[in-house]
Nanobody, 126 residues
Framework: QYQLVESGGGLVQPGGSLRVSCAAS????????IGWFRQAPGKEREGVSCINMADGRTNSEDSLKGRFTISRDNAKNTVYLQMNSLKPEDTAVYYC???????????????????WGQGTQVTVSS
């Protein structure tokens, strides 16, 4: 049984930083991908960043490059999303997801991902 558990969300001031984590369990090899998505109130879910657990290759939403960084710790089966220079428009529920459809480069379409965590709230406000 695959399980994803997000943590690390919270309230942060504009310009601040936050790191959210995704702990994955049930995966018996590194041939899977983890994606981070977010959904703000009244908006559709959008892809943020993803990573191949086997080789660490990443893919990120162009508008977030330079502020958001995804990384992994295979020993802990954990993926991190480091978010810097946060803006009020980054406020959303952040979800991690997993796909067993291994690709040379992960993609940010939610259709690709089969398993989802419960989400963690990130609020950027003064």
């Amino acid at each position: 049984q695959y399980q994803l558990v997000e943590s690390g969300g919270g309230l942060v001031q504009p310009g601040g930083s936050l790191r959210v984590s995704c702990a994955a369990s049930g995966f018996t090899s590194d041939y899977y991908m983890i994606g981070w998505f977010r959904q703000a109130p009244g908006k559709e879910r959008e892809g943020v960043s993803c990573i191949n657990m086997a080789d660490g290759r990443t893919n990120s939403e162009d508008s977030l490059k330079g502020r958001f960084t995804i990384s992994r710790d295979n020993a802990k089966n954990t993926v991190y999303l480091q978010m810097n220079s946060l803006k009020p428009e980054d406020t959303a529920v952040y979800y991690c997801s997993a796909s067993l459809n291994f690709r040379p480069r992960c993609i940010l379409g939610s259709f690709e991902y089969n398993y989802w965590g419960q989400g963690t709230q990130v609020t950027v406000s003064s």
